[in-house]
């Protein structure tokens, strides 16, 4: 099975940073034609997205409620798509996923195949 591999998730307080890493690994490169994105889940919601970068052009689309906070960027040396987080508030608290398509970006949950297997971020106040 196809998989990506997350990591960097921890806990700090309010105002506080965190950067997120997504690794392609053996099942899965990230290739150069992808659309990686960053996806979140809190406790009882649905899965919302929060950052997409198409790996091709280097364009990214950011949810309104991250927006001038987290920052999508790709190491290509590492084979990587990562997420820096800043400023961050309680409400940012969830389980990130990242997840990858070819082609095209999308927040449609059902058009990613390929996710990793999540990590835990909480901001507290």
């Known amino acids: 099975q196809e998989q990506l591999v997350e990591s960097g998730g921890g806990s700090v307080q309010a105002g506080g940073s965190l950067r997120l890493s997504c690794a392609g690994s053996?099942?899965?490169?990230?290739?150069?034609?992808?659309?990686v994105a960053w996806f979140r889940q809190a406790p009882g919601k649905e899965r919302e997205g929060v950052a997409s970068?198409?790996?091709?052009?280097?364009?990214?689309l950011y949810a309104d409620s991250v927006k001038g906070r987290f920052t999508v960027s790709q190491d290509h040396a590492k084979n990587t798509v990562d997420l820096q987080m800043n400023s961050l508030k309680p409400e940012d608290t969830a389980m990130y996923y990242c997840?990858?398509?070819?082609?095209?970006?999308?927040?449609?949950?059902?058009?990613?195949?390929?996710w990793g297997q999540g990590t835990q971020v909480t901001v507290s106040s």
């Open positions: 053996a099942s899965r490169y990230i290739y150069s034609g992808d659309c």
């Open positions: 997840a990858a398509k070819f082609w095209a970006c999308t927040w449609d949950v059902s058009s990613y195949k390929t």
């Open positions: 970068l198409n790996a091709a052009g280097g364009s990214a």
